[in-house]
Structures are given as C-alpha cells and as structure tokens.
C-alpha cells in the first residue's frame, strides 16, 4: 500500500489547489503541509482550506527552503514566468516536484529544468491533465491496441470559448506575453501539442510551421459606441456577449478568475464587491477591445515527425462553444473524438460497401467517466503523482518530464515559424 505523500504548495493559485484538493478527498494518500505565496489573503486561504499551521506558511521559496520543512514533494503552481526561478532552488533542495505546464518559457529553462532534476535525482512529473482523461486514455489504448494501424495524421484543435478567452487571454492575467511569459500557443495548448506527441509514442518531431494572428480583440473592430469599461462608459453594454455584467455576475462564469482580483478592494457599503470592483479597477471590468493584450486569437501548427508522418493542431479563440476535437488516420482506420460531448467513433473500411463502418467506442464510460476539470484529468493527474513518488505502479498516462519535451519544443518552434514566416528544424 502506497504511503502517505506530504507535499507543498509553492504558489497558491487555483491549480495548485485543484491538484491539493485530492488529498481532502483522499487523506490517507496525500497530505499538503506547507504553503508558500507573496500574497497574504492567498497563505490564508489556502493555508486554512487545507489546515497548515502558520508557521509552515511562508512568503517566498527561499523562507521555504530555509525553514528546511519535510515534504515528499511540492506542487509547483506559479506563472509560467518564475517557473524556472522557483524550481531550481527547490530540485537542488532534493524536493521532488509536480510542476504546472509549461515547463518553462523557452528551450534553455526547458532544458535547464530537466539536468536539474536528473542531477540532484528528482522525481518531476508535468501537470500535462488530458493525458488523464477517460476521452484521451480510450484513444490511446485504441492505437495501443492496433486498431487504426500506423498513425500517418493527426489533426486536433482546441475550440476556446468567447467567455474563457475574453477572461484569461484578453482581460486577463495570460493577455501578454509581458504579463504572463508564454505565447497562448503554450499557455493554452501545450497540453494538446503533449498529447499529441504522447500519442506518437515518442517519435521525433523533426519539423514545425505555423501561422496566426490577432485579428478580433482589437480596438479597431470595436462597435460604436463601446467604452472603455462595461459598467461603466459603455452604450453598447446591454447586447454584447462580452459584457463583463452577464460574464462575471449574471452568468457567473469563470467566477474564480474575476474574484482573484477582490483582494485590492475594500468592501464598499451598500453595494457588490465584485460588481463595485468591475466599475473601478478590477481588470476583468474593461471592454476586451480595448484592453493591453497582445497573444493571438487563432493559430494553426503543422509538424512533421522523423518518420514521415504529419500532425495539425489548430487554436480557435472565441468560439461560441468550447470544445477538443481529434482526428486520427491510420494505416488500417481512423478515429474521431469530441471530448466536451465525450464520444469516440473508430472507423474502419466496409470492403465492397460505400459507407465506412463506425463503432461509438465505450458508451458507459463516456457517459460516467468524464466528470471533473479537464474531461475527468485534474484528480487522476494527482493519484498518480502519488503513486510516481512512491514508486509503485503508475498508468499509461504518466507525465515524467522527460516524456513532456516534445511536445514542449514543437511549441517553442512553433511561435518562432509563426514569427519569422518559415518553416522551422526542430534540434534536440
């Protein structure tokens, strides 16, 4: 039976405490004993969430480092930007790690990272959470299994809602690269790059282009008469599906994000927080075509692998409807993949017959299985990494950092090709 892991939560961002919450679910296995962030509404909010005395909350890594607290391992949650900074000191420490994706923001500190851990004997696992998924697990075993023969393509896209994309990647703290380190292509979809070189098996990628742009959050396609903040200076407010009002307090979605905010405002009498924070300075308040960001709302990648074979990945910012698609051609069939609606299809050739023959693979699982952040990803992830620091038996998911560098590299290439209009070699 595997031993009671006791991690720390370096950054207590919503990530790491999605990864933290299994061990409120399952106390026997995981155990959170130290917190450490800059902010103090953050220590105390997740410093009580998961019961850590307070003196094992601390303000930076190196008072972590220095207070020499017993951990099996830590949860690296910060920004992609200290990724790097926060992780060295902490791997020649001797602390394994689970570490947010990306890795780090360029193939230096990817590399970096990576000679780390191996030198000081680290056990780092990257939190890649589709590789978790029921929906991405089937398909893997699918391939696994034969059924489609040899992969020669795999076409993916990732299908952003206008809600989530207005929220995280326009208004929000991943709107820049000045503000967040990554371009969007690695700071929304390297989980879907990691997948698809997951589903590769580790073949080579040799080469990648790409191109995209910013084309709809922009101040020049703002309609007339769009202000600056939606409650605020806005005439167009009441019909815009952007409107920060029917985001943030009528539909509540992305809730967490626009109340990250709430810790520079004090409570003004007689009125909302949240509404009264949107008016002044909260900058999830403004109108997203008028806002300071500057990553792409739309891209498409296209690798090419040593063997010959090809993927396409395309990034779709502002879609009505959020959603990963997969399409998968083999030798023998194909199989085609949904995961918001959670249905698999395996198509193989009637011989003699016009149309293909379609199976919908594992209906029951689909139905039941999927529940959870990340398609059912975000606690699998986390029993894993239990069970990796343990050393007993891990699954066919498993996300050592040393499986997560191809998919990482393609990403960093991706934006250069994208930049410099060419196609780019991909050197490891």
């Known amino acids: 039976m595997d031993k ?42 997740t410093g009580d969430m998961f019961s850590v005395s307070k003196e094992n909350r601390f303000h930076s890594v190196e008072e972590f480092l220095k207070a020499k607290i017993v951990a099996d391992a830590v949860i690296n949650g910060t920004m992609d930007a200290i ?21 780090a923001l360029n193939k230096e500190e990817l590399l970096g990272i990576y000679r780390t851990s191996r030198k000081h004997n680290c056990k ?14 089937k398909i893997k075993e699918l391939i696994n299994d034969g059924a489609i023969g040899d992969i020669i393509q795999i076409v993916s896209e990732e299908n952003v809602s206008f809600h989530h994309m207005a929220t995280a990647f326009v208004r929000g703290k991943w709107r820049s690269i000045a503000s967040c380190g990554s371009e969007i292509m690695m700071a929304k979809c390297c989980h879907d790059l990691d997948v698809i070189s997951w589903l590769k098996s580790g073949v080579k990628p040799t080469y990648v282009s790409s191109l995209g742009g910013l084309y709809l959050y922009t101040e020049e396609k703002a309609p007339k008469g769009a202000g600056s903040k939606c409650l605020v200076d ?29 810790d520079k405002f004090e409570q003004k009498e007689g009125e909302d927080l949240l509404e009264w924070s949107l008016k002044e300075n909260n900058p999830l308040g403004r109108c997203v075509y008028k806002c300071d ?8 990648v296209i690798i090419e692998y040593e063997d010959g074979t090809h993927a396409t990945h395309v990034l779709l910012g502002g879609t009505m409807r959020p959603s990963r698609t997969v399409h998968i051609v083999g030798t023998k069939a194909e199989i085609y993949g949904d995961i918001t609606s959670g249905e698999i299809y395996l198509r193989t050739a009637n011989i003699g017959k ?25 606690y699998r992830l986390s029993a894993d990494f239990c069970h990796f620091i343990n050393g007993s038996s891990t699954s066919i998911s498993t996300t050592e950092i040393g499986d997560s560098i191809y998919g990482h590299m393609i990403g960093f290439e991706a934006d250069k090709a994208m930049k410099e209009k060419k196609v780019v070699k991909i050197n490891l």
């Open 4 to 45: 009671l892991v006791k991690v720390a939560l370096i950054g207590c961002g919503h990530r790491s405490e999605v990864y933290a919450s299994y061990s409120l679910q399952h106390p026997d296995l995981m155990k959170v004993v130290a917190v450490v962030d800059p902010k103090d509404v953050r220590l105390k909010k």
């Open 293 to 300: 960001n500057d990553v792409m709302d739309h891209q498409s």
């Open 124 to 137: 780092v696992m990257i939190c890649h959470v589709l590789r978790y998924a029921p929906f991405y697990v």
């Open 83 to 103: 990724h790097y900074k926060t992780s060295i000191p902490l791997l020649e420490a001797g602390y394994n790690m689970l570490l947010e994706k990306p890795i």
């Open 234 to 262: 806005c005439d167009v407010e009441e019909n815009c599906i952007y409107s920060s009002k029917k985001m943030y307090l009528e539909a509540d979605v992305w809730s967490y994000y626009s109340r990250e905010y709430l």
């Open 354 to 378: 016009k149309e293909a023959g379609e199976e919908l693979c594992d209906e029951q699982l689909i139905k039941t299985d999927n529940s959870g952040g990340h398609g059912g990803g975000d």
